[in-house]
């Protein structure tokens, strides 16, 4: 009998994140660092993100810097998480809680940029399942996060996922989309 042995490549990973700063900010990756942080065990959806807004020196030489909204341009929003213990003021978030696989999750991340904000509706309770997107203009939100970074990695499955992270707190909030991805033009999807 055949049998296939899965260990995790960590090598391959780091080569993965190194390829997608490098093609987001057309620069050659300049330095690796340790991030004193685990991945959630369980994230919950709380919405649909509409665009994302970040500051870059994408392009342009070191240290010139550009604030960028990229607006999500796919047929379906993505689908926005948080993590345990994410909380904006007076805001209770309902959605659907999911675990998140520690084995499908990379261990190298591609750290894009300054994470400035993030357009997105929120979930609200009601409808069948207990949440639902809110109709019309309602439930229109934007998320802003001092201090945080703007990052892409790949799930093993090969999906590309964006993070908005802080150093000594870790992931905060996700963005997954089925077009989502890093091309020479920055974020498109």
Same mark, same amino acid.
């Given at each position: 009998?055949?049998?296939?042995?899965?260990?995790?490549?960590?090598?391959?990973?780091?080569?993965?994140?190194?390829?997608?700063?490098?093609?987001?900010?057309?620069?050659?990756?300049?330095?690796?660092?340790?991030?004193?942080?685990?991945?959630?065990? #369980?994230? #919950?959806?709380?919405?649909?993100?509409?665009?994302?807004?970040?500051?870059?020196?994408?392009?342009?030489?070191?240290?010139?810097?550009?604030?960028?909204?990229?607006?999500?341009?796919?047929?379906?929003?993505?689908?926005?998480?948080?993590?345990?213990?994410?909380?904006?003021?007076?805001?209770?978030?309902?959605?659907?809680?999911?675990?998140?696989?520690?084995?499908?999750?990379? #261990?190298?991340?591609?750290?894009?940029?300054?994470?400035?904000?993030?357009?997105?509706?929120?979930?609200? #309770?009601?409808?069948?399942?207990?949440?639902?997107?809110?109709?019309?203009?309602?439930?229109?939100?934007?998320?802003?996060?001092?201090?945080?970074?703007?990052?892409?990695?790949?799930?093993?499955?090969?999906?590309?996922?964006?993070?908005?992270?802080?150093?000594?707190?870790?992931?905060? *909030?996700? *963005?997954?989309?089925?077009?989502?991805?890093?091309?020479?033009?920055?974020?498109?999807?």
């Amino acid at each position: 009998m055949n049998r296939r042995i899965y260990i995790p490549n960590e090598r391959f990973d780091e080569k993965e994140a190194a390829k997608l700063r490098e093609t987001f900010t057309d620069k050659p990756a300049m330095w690796r660092d340790e991030l004193p942080w685990d991945w959630p065990k #369980r994230c #919950r959806q709380i919405g649909v993100g509409m665009a994302v807004m970040y500051r870059s020196d994408k392009w342009k030489k070191r240290g010139d810097f550009e604030d960028y909204k990229h607006l999500c341009e796919a047929k379906e929003p993505w689908a926005l998480y948080a993590a345990p213990g994410f909380e904006i003021d007076g805001i209770e978030f309902c959605g659907p809680e999911e675990r998140v696989e520690a084995n499908r999750m990379p #261990r190298s991340i591609a750290i894009l940029a300054h994470f400035l904000g993030i357009h997105c509706r929120l979930f609200e #309770r009601g409808g069948r399942s207990g949440f639902e997107l809110p109709k019309g203009d309602q439930g229109l939100f934007e998320i802003n996060i001092r201090r945080a970074k703007l990052a892409a990695a790949k799930t093993s499955r090969g999906d590309l996922f964006l993070t908005v992270y802080k150093d000594d707190t870790g992931p905060l *909030l996700f *963005l997954f989309g089925k077009d989502l991805d890093v091309e020479r033009d920055g974020i498109v999807g």
